[in-house]
């Protein structure tokens, strides 16, 4: 059961938004970034400094997503 468990705790990571790890990068190559709206700019390479703790933060935050995303997508209301 523990191993289920662990193989489906790693799914759902792998699968989840990753929103704040996907705007860093965006941010730090300099392209434009649709989730948030920001325009291309100037890369910015201090950026991926920061990966490092986006992705706990996404970990941690993948549960609160998870409810919104069920939330949004049952009702009719576009993302």
Same mark, same amino acid.
């Given at each position: 059961?523990?191993?289920?468990?662990?193989?489906? &705790? #790693?799914?759902? &990571?792998?699968?989840?938004?990753?929103c704040?790890?996907?705007?860093?990068?965006?941010?730090a190559?300099g392209?434009?970034n649709?989730?948030?709206?920001?325009?291309?700019k100037e890369?910015q390479?201090?950026?991926?400094?920061?990966?490092?703790?986006t992705?706990?933060?996404?970990?941690a935050?993948?549960? #609160?997503?998870?409810?919104?995303?069920v939330?949004?997508?049952?009702?009719?209301?576009? &993302?």
């Amino acid at each position: 059961m523990k191993t289920v468990s662990t193989i489906l &705790l #790693f799914a759902l &990571l792998f699968g989840s938004n990753g929103c704040m790890t996907y705007s860093a990068v965006k941010r730090a190559k300099g392209e434009q970034n649709g989730v948030m709206g920001w325009p291309a700019k100037e890369p910015q390479p201090g950026y991926y400094a920061l990966v490092p703790l986006t992705v706990p933060a996404d970990i941690a935050t993948s549960p #609160f997503q998870l409810i919104i995303y069920v939330a949004f997508s049952m009702s009719s209301t576009p &993302l």
